[in-house]
């Protein structure tokens, strides 16, 4: 389980996050929705130790990791994986290279081990045959798969995501986001995902938090979220057709 | 104040680049790749520049030492003089500031903006060590070896230019370049080319890895990274030229 508590983070006198508290349990699939620019991502770069929050803390399983040294950080960024929103893959490796990157560098495996285990995670994602191809020779959809499978690669406790279908056509939008529920489930990891999908916060958010201007507004479910009387989650869910037509 | 934050951080950026490696195969095959983009890839452009500038050098001094009271092989040892003194370690070194630290800015500014960094940074790999540590390595051992290469073209081509312009016979130029040769020239010029390599590798990686922004503010950390270590390289020369010299 992952608990936020009461973490604020502010840049050059602006406040992003204000005293946000939460928690993410083990097993289920968390979504962070919210308009561009209402600090998702600067609430998860903060969950991840990319920003040191100014206040607050993020324990996992109790272990504190915010603003601790980085070396005692390493032990519980070993158990995490993070899919960034263009993948972060690196262009000069290939796709098997990619995926075996954190096995080179974290873990005392054999060559046969690590290729075993590329494999494996290459198949749960659904690529086959592309493990001499380059991030180049990707479209956007095999890149995010690929970062997923770089990103469970060390078989983590804990997955975050940053918009992981941002930039993708509606169906393979769908299929990332059954990949990540499935994967959360299979794993049993603690996933944690910033979107402001729709399609994503009514097919896999078991639990949804809401943050508007940097407050969290509103917690529940994918059920819960049609039929809250709350103004901004209902003006930032309803915001398009789609979802009108469906409350009618 | 902003000149202190930016020594400040740079400071720190290579402290954390010196760490020991978390894996010593990783580093030595990034140490190996880098010594083939930073180094072999640039053999061509030293070797071009070295026997033309050897050929120019050369040919200068033909014109400027037109005297019956000045021997011919002066031509000779001048061209080596000068190119073991300055032309070799310093220009050779600006010009590959110009290839290799753009080339690193750019390569690690963009690694920033698309968050490669970043993704380093959460597997919990020291990302300047992973990245620039290497680089720097690279630089130190080869950039010598491209050095003493450079010199060796260089006279070649002086006594090319010597010889088809006919300005200065063979033999007088074969006798000039081995009078009165000092070996602390060749140990002052390496000596400087491993002070530059250092510049040169760790200005352009830490103008990269503070970039913000898009691929305009890469072309920007590029072309900083170029000035800076050009500036540095002549400042640096200088300084050294009176420890070692004087």
Known sequence: MIEVKNISKSFEGTTVLHDISTTFERGKTNLIIGQSGSGKTVFMKCCIGLYDVDQGEVDFDGRRFSNISDKKRKQIRQEMGVLFQGGALFDSFTVEENVMFPLNMLTEMSLEEKHERVNFVLEHVNLVNTNKKYPAELSGGMIKRVAIARAISLMPKYLFADEPNSGLDPKTAEKIDELLSELTKKFNMTTVINTHDMNSVLTIGEKICFINHGKLCWEGNKDEVLTTDKKQLNEFVFANEFTRRLRK | ?246
């Open chain 2, 1 to 246: 104040m902003k000149i202190l934050y930016q020594i400040g951080e740079y400071v720190l950026l290579i402290l954390q680049a010196f760490k020991k490696p978390d894996k010593g195969y990783v580093f030595r095959r990034q140490l190996m790749f880098d010594f083939q983009r930073l180094g072999t890839e640039s053999i061509g452009i030293v070797a071009i520049i070295s026997i033309f500038t050897g050929a120019i050098i050369a040919i200068q001094m033909a014109y400027n030492t037109d005297s019956p009271f000045i021997p011919k092989s002066t031509i000779g040892f001048s061209t080596r003089q000068m190119l073991v003194l300055e032309i070799s370690p310093t220009i050779v070194s600006m010009i590959l500031a110009g290839k290799v630290g753009s080339r690193i800015a750019s390569e690690i500014g963009t690694m920033r903006i698309s968050e490669q960094i970043d993704a380093l940074r959460v597997m919990g790999i020291n990302p300047a060590n992973y990245l620039i540590l290497p680089k720097i390595t690279a630089a130190m051992i080869y950039n010598p070896i491209l050095i003493i290469f450079s010199i060796f073209l260089g006279v070649i081509g002086g006594w090319i230019a010597g010889m088809v312009t006919g300005l200065v016979p063979s033999a007088d130029y074969l006798l000039g370049i081995r009078e009165w040769f000092d070996p602390f020239t060749i140990t002052y010029a390496l000596i400087k080319t491993v002070v530059f390599a250092f510049i040169i590798t760790s200005v352009s990686a830490y103008k990269g890895y503070y970039v913000k922004g898009g691929s305009v503010e890469v072309g920007q950390a590029s072309t900083d990274a170029v000035v800076a270590s050009s500036i540095l390289i002549i400042f640096f020369d200088l300084i050294l030229t009176q420890l070692l010299l004087t």
